[in-house]
């Protein structure tokens, strides 16, 4: 079936129609909910958030967008409360000084280094502003246009661009300066 047919399937109360409709985008949707809340249990937490939303507000679904476009608004979304929710229980005080360093001797194994690596951009990624992290992850992570983007921030082209232009800068300076 294509996407239409599964959307009114879906509309129809058809919870395979919908498992198969929103299975062509689950793993995207992942991605973004992952590279939002930086770990991957508060990531399946959004997801499922994010489905159940999306099958509970199915009726508003209008289609002027694309399916996907809609599902990761609801998945950033997700993830985005699931975020604030833990910055409410975790005090500012708290920090992890078990966390890893990176390892600037070359001597840790492939495995390490990309643990070490992900770790820095999760962190990284954490410390831009928010609707920069949500740029540059439905960008880089998602791989929605520009145009997706913008309607889903409500801003133009032009600032999504921005935004990711300033996401990716920020980042540089964050992972060189982790580096360092």
């Given at each position: 079936m294509d996407e239409a047919e599964l959307l009114a399937a879906?509309?129809?109360?058809?919870?395979?129609?919908?498992?198969?409709?929103?299975?062509?985008?689950?793993?995207?949707?992942?991605?973004?909910?992952?590279?939002?809340?930086?770990?991957?249990?508060?990531?399946?937490?959004?997801?499922?958030?994010a489905l159940t939303a999306a099958w509970q507000n199915l009726h508003r679904f209008r289609g002027e967008a694309r399916f996907n476009t809609w599902l990761h608004r609801i998945a950033t979304n997700a993830a985005l409360a699931v975020?604030?929710?833990?910055?409410?229980?975790?005090?500012?005080?708290?920090?992890?000084?078990d966390s890893p360093g990176i390892d600037l001797t070359g001597?840790?194994?492939?495995f390490d280094e990309q643990v070490v690596t992900a770790d820095a951009v999760h962190h990284a990624l954490a410390q831009l502003p928010e609707d920069f992290r949500v740029a540059i992850v439905l960008a880089e992570f998602a791989d929605l246009p520009y145009a997706d983007i913008a309607e889903?921030?409500?801003?133009?082209?032009?600032?999504v661009?921005?935004?990711?232009?300033?996401?990716?800068?920020?980042?540089?300076?964050?992972?060189?300066?982790?580096h360092v």
């Amino acid at each position: 079936m294509d996407e239409a047919e599964l959307l009114a399937a879906c509309r129809g109360g058809d919870q395979h129609a919908f498992a198969e409709l929103v299975g062509r985008h689950r793993t995207n949707a992942w991605h973004v909910c992952l590279q939002i809340t930086g770990n991957a249990h508060d990531a399946e937490d959004a997801l499922q958030d994010a489905l159940t939303a999306a099958w509970q507000n199915l009726h508003r679904f209008r289609g002027e967008a694309r399916f996907n476009t809609w599902l990761h608004r609801i998945a950033t979304n997700a993830a985005l409360a699931v975020v604030r929710r833990r910055k409410i229980t975790t005090s500012l005080d708290d920090t992890d000084d078990d966390s890893p360093g990176i390892d600037l001797t070359g001597h840790g194994s492939g495995f390490d280094e990309q643990v070490v690596t992900a770790d820095a951009v999760h962190h990284a990624l954490a410390q831009l502003p928010e609707d920069f992290r949500v740029a540059i992850v439905l960008a880089e992570f998602a791989d929605l246009p520009y145009a997706d983007i913008a309607e889903h921030q409500g801003v133009s082209v032009a600032t999504v661009k921005t935004r990711i232009h300033r996401a990716r800068k920020q980042l540089a300076q964050s992972l060189a300066a982790a580096h360092v």
